[in-house]
């Protein structure tokens, strides 16, 4: 049998995209496949205020073009009224081993023609086969989709998995495992590309009777393939990626998907000469093009020349543009306009306020740039300084997306060198050096907070629910772990104003 597994990268509730992709694929394959299985194709509209009839009418354009090819069935996921999912199994303008669903939507015949999917799997006569299709990660329960009866099984998983780094490699032995046993093929077809900062990894692949990969699709982008579930295993062409490797393209998706999505396809950013913003401008690139990523140094007082240097040096490494705007000026025109009314202590250190108008400047010139030129503003932060709330709200926190929200100060020195890994992108100094918000002389971040090495450790702990006490048995300081609790708690209303960023679940 030939199957033809479309890993697509949709939209939410942009129904007549999808449709289009849709009919892309049905016109190029619908000639040489028996069966295409689509990944989500019609995310449910609710959550975007959409009519359930636009699915409906959706569907039947999809049906009437079906009429024109033959031999191919299409097997696709549709949302239900009820906010439950349903699947169709559709062949030359009709609804094929339709079972009824047990509530109504709007269409009286469409309702009665899809397969409910609330119940768990569903199995379809089929060609010789008996098609086991099953939703997500049904698939663990696996004694509950075995088919009983004499007949070959073929089973088919319409996914939407979010990425993570621990379940690429055990899902697919899982399903290995699974096909073994009942001796049957097993597909998975998956959801490619990103959406709000939600990563959907793709991977799509399937295994023949014997548990061999006979196909893989990449992961995180779309591809459509035809395969043969009786062939033997061939050579894989795309291997699941190491942790730091997958979270770097897991990135890069986000990224681009969250900014194109959304109507824009160029971004601007601040470029420090520190480790966010270079990591932040080589992620831009990488989903952009060195064309479509702008930069701005925007040094004050307090500013090092190395640093306007070790950016001019990255920006060169990548062939962007880098501009300079010098905020010194700037600051000390607030600073004399603020003086009569805010009384500055002189103890050698730049007062609180003070440093985050330095910050709020720039993130004002940023969006300035953005407002005349079209461009997204990129924040460059990370979840170190967001859980911490060691971040100035509508300065460096302005943006329209952060895409290092949700990645720890550590990873993003593995990032760096993983950037690195075969030439010098981001100049070794701009690794090495003593991170540093340069907003009063002299200044470093462990000023402020403890070591990011220990830090981030004390973060994980506390986000996988542990106490204060049970941290501290680990061999932490109960002094500093405490601070983190409080800094945690203290810095809500930050995070709670905080741009969207790429989550990542290690």
Excluded at 26 to 52: R, Y
Excluded at 189 to 204: I, M, Q, T
Excluded at 213 to 240: G, K, M, N, Q, Y
Excluded at 246 to 264: E, M, P, Q, S
């Amino acid at each position: 049998m030939k199957i033809t597994i479309a890993q697509l990268n949709t939209v939410s509730g942009d129904i007549k995209g999808n449709l289009a992709k849709a009919v892309r694929v049905l016109t190029k394959f619908g000639e040489k496949s028996d069966l295409i299985v689509f990944s989500e194709l019609f995310t449910p509209p609710a959550s975007f205020g959409i009519s359930f009839k636009r699915v409906q009418s959706a569907v039947n354009e999809l049906l009437e073009i079906s009429k024109e090819y033959s031999l191919a069935s299409l097997l696709l996921k549709v949302p239900a009224s009820d906010g439950k999912s349903s699947i169709l199994l559709i062949q030359e303008g009709k609804f094929l081993n339709a079972r009824k669903k047990t509530s109504s939507v709007g269409n009286k015949k469409f309702a009665e023609e899809c397969l409910d999917f609330s119940s768990g799997n569903i199995k379809i006569p089929f060609k010789g086969y008996v098609l086991n299709v099953f939703e997500g990660k049904d698939f663990l329960n696996f004694e509950k989709l075995k088919n009983r009866e004499k007949k070959k099984s073929l089973f088919i998983g319409i996914a939407e998995f979010l990425f993570s780094v621990k379940e690429m490699k055990p899902t697919r032995a899982l399903i290995q495992k699974y096909a073994k046993e009942s001796a049957a093929p097993f597909i998975l077809v998956n959801r490619a590309g990103a959406e709000d900062g939600a990563v959907f990894d793709g991977g799509s692949f399937c295994v023949n009777k014997k548990g061999e990969v006979v196909s893989a699709f990449p992961f995180f982008d779309e591809h459509v393939e035809t395969i043969d579930i009786t062939r033997a295993a061939l050579p894989e062409r795309f291997l699941p990626r190491e942790k730091i490797a997958a979270i770097h393209d897991a990135l890069v998706v986000g990224t681009r998907d969250y900014i194109k999505k959304n109507g824009f396809s160029k971004v601007i950013m601040g470029l420090s000469g520190g480790i966010d913003s270079a990591v932040t401008c080589v992620l831009a690139k990488e989903a952009f093009g060195a064309r479509n990523v702008l930069t701005l140094a925007l040094p004050s007082k307090y500013s090092t020349p190395e640093s306007e240097a070790y950016a001019r040096r990255l920006a060169k490494n990548l062939n962007i543009r880098l501009e300079t705007v010098n905020i010194s000026g700037i600051f000390d025109s607030y600073e004399q306009t603020l003086k009569p009314f805010l009384k500055t202590e002189k103890n050698g250190d730049v007062e609180i306020y003070l440093q985050n108008i330095q910050a709020r400047t720039r993130g004002n010139i940023l969006m300035a740039f953005s407002n005349k030129l079209g461009y997204m503003v990129l924040a460059t932060g990370n979840k170190s300084e967001l859980l911490t709330g060691y971040c100035t709200l509508y300065g460096d926190m302005a943006g329209g997306f952060a895409p290092l929200a949700d990645v720890t100060k550590t990873m993003v020195y593995e990032l760096a060198r993983y950037i690195n890994r075969q030439d010098e992108i981001i100049p070794e100094e701009i690794i090495k050096r003593i991170p540093t918000a340069e907003l009063s002389p002299n200044q470093t971040d462990q000023d402020t907070l403890p070591p990011y090495d220990i830090l981030d450790k004390i973060l994980c702990y506390f986000e996988e629910g542990y106490s204060c006490e049970e941290i501290e048995k680990k061999g932490f300081d109960i002094r500093t772990v405490s601070w983190v609790r409080c800094r945690i708690r203290n810095s809500r209303h930050k995070r709670g104003q905080a741009p969207l960023g790429v989550k990542i679940k290690i």
